[in-house]
C-alpha cells in the first residue's frame, strides 16, 4: 500500500509500505477512505515532536471502511464505516477509568499514537489498536467529510477549549487564533450559550470565517487589539480566552485578555518554553488550563452534526486526492495565503 511517511525534519514522502495488519486479537484494519492532516503534523514536520522517527507514517484522523477484523472484537465487523479518532483508549487502565484516555497507560502512556508512536492514518490502511473501546461507528446521517472533523480539531476546540474554559451561558470568550481549531472552539461555544464570542486573528478571510461560525465580534490581530477588546467587555476583558495557535505571543495575548477570575484555555500546541506574567496572573485569580484532548466528547459531537446542530462540513475548505498528498501539505501549510481551514483527502 502507499502511506505519506515521515524521513526527519522537513521530509516526508508518499511512497510503498508493508500494507497494515492485524497484530494483536484486539486491532482491526481499517481501509482509509478520508483523512486530513493537522497542525500537529506541521509540528512533526518541524522537528517539534522528537518522539517520532524517520520512517513513521503519519496523520491521526480517518474515516473508514474496516477490512480486517481481530479474533476479540466485538463490537465492529468488516464493512462497518467507522471514524477513527486521534486518541486510542484500551478502556480499562487508570486514566482511562478518570475519563482521560489521552494518557492511557496501556498504549504507551499517552492516548495520542497514530502518527507519534505507532503508523498512522494518511495511508490507504490503517491497523487500529483496541478497537472496541476507540473506534466510533459513523451514523448514516453523518457524512465521511463531516465525521473527519471530529477525529479531532471539534473535540479538540471544545474538549480543551469551551468545557476546560468553562464556558457558561452568559460568557464572554475571546479566540485567539481562528484556524481550523480554533473556528470549532467558536463552533462549539454556542451549545453552551456564550453571550459574546470575539474572534481575534491577523487573517481576514478566517475572520469572515469566524463570523460564519458563530463569533459576535472579529478583531484584528496587531497594535491595539488587547484595547479593543476590553472595550467591548466594559473594561473588563473576557470570562474566557481561549488561545488556539502555539506561539508565545499569542499566549500572552490571552493572557491580557482575560479578567480577574477568568479562565485562560490553551488549545495550541508550543514548540518551546513560554514565560507567563505570573506576577499579575496570580493577584487577579486567574486559572489557566491546557492539555491533550481526550476525544470523549466525540459521541456528543456525533449526535449534534447529525441533527445539524454544527456543521462540520463546514470545516474543509480544500479536498486533494491520495496522490496530491503533497499539494494538500502545501496548501495547509501555508493555509492563510491559501484561505484554507482543513483538508479533505481521499483515495480518489
Not at 467507522?82 to 480499562?92: D, E, F, M, N
Request: charged content about 20%; proline content about 5%.
Amino acid at each position: 500500500m502507499k502511506a505519506l511517511v515521515y524521513h526527519g525534519p522537513g521530509q516526508k514522502a508518499w511512497e510503498d509500505v508493508p500494507d497494515a495488519a492485524l497484530q494483536e486479537p484486539t486491532d482491526v484494519v481499517v481501509k482509509v477512505d478520508t483523512t486530513t492532516i493537522c497542525g500537529t503534523d506541521l509540528h512533526i514536520l518541524q522537528g517539534d515532536v522528537p518522539a517520532v522517527t524517520d520512517g513513521r507514517i503519519l496523520g491521526h484522523e480517518a474515516v473508514g471502511t474496516i477490512t480486517q477484523i481481530g479474533d476479540a472484537v466485538r463490537g465492529f465487523a468488516v464493512g462497518d464505516r467507522v471514524l477513527v479518532p486521534a486518541i486510542t483508549k484500551c478502556g480499562r487502565c487508570e486514566y482511562c477509568g478518570k475519563g482521560m484516555p489521552s494518557h492511557c497507560q496501556t498504549v504507551g502512556g499517552i492516548g495520542w499514537i497514530f502518527g507519534h508512536l505507532i503508523d498512522g492514518t494518511q495511508a490507504e490502511s490503517v491497523r487500529v489498536p483496541y478497537a472496541d473501546t476507540s473506534l466510533y461507528a459513523v451514523p448514516e446521517n453523518v457524512t465521511d467529510e463531516q465525521a473527519v472533523f471530529l477525529a479531532d480539531s471539534l473535540p479538540t476546540g471544545y474538549e480543551v477549549g469551551v468545557l476546560a474554559g468553562n464556558v457558561r451561558p452568559g460568557s464572554t470568550v475571546a479566540v485567539v487564533g481562528a484556524g481550523a481549531v480554533g473556528l470549532s472552539a467558536i463552533l462549539t461555544t454556542g451549545l453552551w450559550g456564550a453571550s459574546r464570542v470575539i474572534a481575534v486573528d491577523s487573517n481576514k478571510f478566517r475572520l469572515a470565517r469566524a463570523m460564519e461560525f458563530g463569533a459576535t465580534d472579529v478583531v484584528e490581530a496587531g497594535d491595539g487589539q488587547v484595547e479593543e477588546v476590553l472595550a467591548m467587555t466594559d473594561g473588563l476583558g473576557v470570562d474566557v480566552a481561549i488561545e488556539a495557535v502555539g506561539y508565545p505571543e499569542t499566549l500572552l495575548t490571552a493572557a491580557k485578555l482575560v479578567r480577574p477570575g477568568g479562565t485562560i484555555a490553551n488549545i495550541g500546541v508550543h514548540g518551546a518554553p513560554v514565560t507567563l506574567p505570573m506576577d499579575a496572573m496570580w493577584i487577579q485569580n486567574v486559572t489557566m488550563t491546557m492539555g491533550l484532548v481526550d476525544t470523549v466528547s466525540i459521541p456528543t459531537l456525533l449526535k449534534m452534526v447529525g441533527s445539524g446542530r454544527i456543521p462540520a462540513e463546514k470545516m474543509g475548505t480544500h479536498s486533494f486526492t491520495f496522490d496530491q498528498m503533497d499539494d494538500a501539505y502545501d496548501v495547509f501549510s501555508n493555509a492563510a495565503a491559501n484561505e484554507a481551514l482543513k483538508v479533505v483527502i481521499r483515495p480518489a
